[in-house]
């Protein structure tokens, strides 16, 4: 089944330049409905309020951070399904890890490039 | 005169004077009594001074050297006028990156956001931005320098507590862990690695395979 590029795509992430870019490179790729938030919290009330179909969310955030929103989002009921992938610039192993345990859909490292964004947004959405 | 030497002949002229009685004494007794008695209370005093003597002398030499490398130290060049000259070289590294950053990402969506209808506008378009982009590259001089500045200032405070640490002997002792470092574990929230990632993108593909 094909993707639908309609579908609101939240971004979270505490450096509005870093939101810019995904935006930027999710608009390349075809995605329209882009919504954003500067932090985990932030991005809890949005997803509650709200009905997306892929989150993207950066680790390392205050007050909440883009884990603990993963382990938030996979407890919930009503948001546990939703895609999640890490962008971020935590690259160690423990890391990495913990956030498959925690459920994250995919996990990428900064800096990344628009190849890197768009296979992962392949391999979780399928193609499109 | 050792110090319990002399006490012990304290002692002993005190008992005789108890044994005997003081008034059946003759004057002459008593009087080389007291002499005795002078003498080993100034041999056990004289021992005594010179050992504290020379503990004050250590201390004094430890304290004067602690006031030395305290002054050396520079405690109140580094806090009013060091650090807070490396606070503003950075605020203005991160305002000069933003602002540069916040130009190049102007000029890149703009040409983004362009028609190529007339090709000979669309290229003047672009090299315009494009020059634009160049000019706005130029922080990397400018923060470069800062930089610089600021990594020589923690040099220099490094090698001032090096030394005084050093100098004094300072041992560090374990310190409790405070919420923030407890939160940074628990979250692990590690930042950026040195030197590229610690963990590159094809492992971490390898583990979602």
Not at chain 2, 53 to 59: N, P, Q, V
Not at chain 2, 60 to 77: P, T, Y
């Amino acid at each position: 089944m094909a993707v639908d590029l309609s579908m609101p795509v939240l971004v979270v992430d505490d450096y509005q330049t870093m939101i810019r870019i995904i935006r930027n490179l999710l608009n390349q790729l075809g995605f329209k409905n882009i919504e954003e938030a500067k932090d985990g919290k932030q991005a809890l009330e949005k997803l509650n309020a709200g009905k997306f179909g892929l989150v993207i969310s950066d680790w390392n955030m205050e007050p909440m951070t883009g884990f603990e929103l993963l382990q938030q989002v996979r407890a919930s009921d009503k948001l546990k399904a939703t895609p999640f992938i890490m962008v971020t610039a935590e690259s160690k192993t423990e890391n990495v890890i913990a956030a498959k345990k925690a459920g994250v859909n995919n996990y990428i490292v900064k800096p990344f490039n628009a190849e890197t964004l768009k296979g992962k947004l392949k391999t979780v959405l399928g193609e499109f | 005169m050792a110090a319990a030497e002399a006490a012990q002949k304290i002692r002993v002229a005190m008992d005789q004077l108890r044994a005997t009685g003081v008034r059946e004494r003759p004057l002459v007794e008593v009087l080389d009594l007291s002499h005795q008695m002078a003498d080993a209370m100034t041999a056990f005093f004289g021992s005594l001074d010179k050992s504290i003597i020379g503990e004050f002398r250590y201390l004094a030499d430890f304290i004067q050297k602690a006031r030395d490398e305290i002054s050396g130290l520079q405690a109140n060049d580094i806090k009013d006028t060091r650090l807070p000259g490396a606070s503003v070289e950075l605020d203005a590294v991160v305002r000069d990156t933003e602002k540069a950053t916040e130009t190049i990402m102007a000029e890149a969506e703009g040409l983004m956001a362009k028609e190529p209808t007339d090709l000979a506008a669309y290229k003047a378009d672009v090299d315009a931005a494009m020059m634009r982009i160049f000019e706005a590259c130029s922080f990397q001089d400018l923060t470069g320098q800062r930089v610089t500045k600021v990594i020589s200032t923690l040099r220099h405070i490094e090698d001032r507590v090096t030394k005084f640490a050093s100098a004094l002997g300072v041992v560090d002792t374990a310190q409790e862990e405070t919420p923030e470092d407890a939160r940074k574990r628990e979250l692990l929230l590690n930042g950026p690695a040195m030197n590229g990632p610690a963990t590159t993108q094809d492992d971490i593909d390898a583990l979602f395979a």
